[in-house]
């Protein structure tokens, strides 16, 4: 998880506790498959905005963002292949 934390600026520690199993689960699977550093500042933004809404109760705004951040998509479809 530090790797994702240190590329996109997010504190574990001040993640909400409910949102922790996603924030793990993206953080194992972009650590096999992304290279992070080399994504943009916007693309990161992005992507936090994609975890904090995997945890929200409604998943559509998941699936939404999920459709717009092509980087994102491109790294979780590779992981799958």
Same mark, same amino acid.
């Given at each position: 998880? $530090?790797?994702?934390?240190?590329?996109?600026?997010?504190?574990?520690?001040?993640?909400?506790?409910?949102?922790?199993?996603?924030?793990?689960?993206?953080?194992?699977?972009? #650590? +096999?498959?992304?290279? +992070? =550093?080399?994504?943009?500042?916007?693309?990161?933004?992005?992507? /936090?905005? /994609?975890?904090?809404?995997?945890?929200? #109760?409604?998943? #559509? #705004?998941? +699936? $939404?963002?999920?459709?717009? =951040?092509?980087?994102?998509?491109?790294?979780?479809?590779?992981?799958?292949?």
């Amino acid at each position: 998880m $530090k790797d994702l934390a240190r590329a996109t600026g997010i504190r574990a520690d001040a993640w909400p506790k409910t949102g922790l199993p996603a924030l793990h689960d993206f953080a194992v699977a972009l #650590s +096999l498959v992304a290279d +992070l =550093h080399k994504w943009s500042d916007t693309e990161k933004r992005a992507l /936090v905005r /994609v975890i904090r809404a995997k945890t929200a #109760s409604d998943e #559509s #705004s998941y +699936l $939404k963002l999920m459709q717009k =951040h092509a980087r994102l998509r491109e790294a979780l479809i590779k992981l799958g292949s």
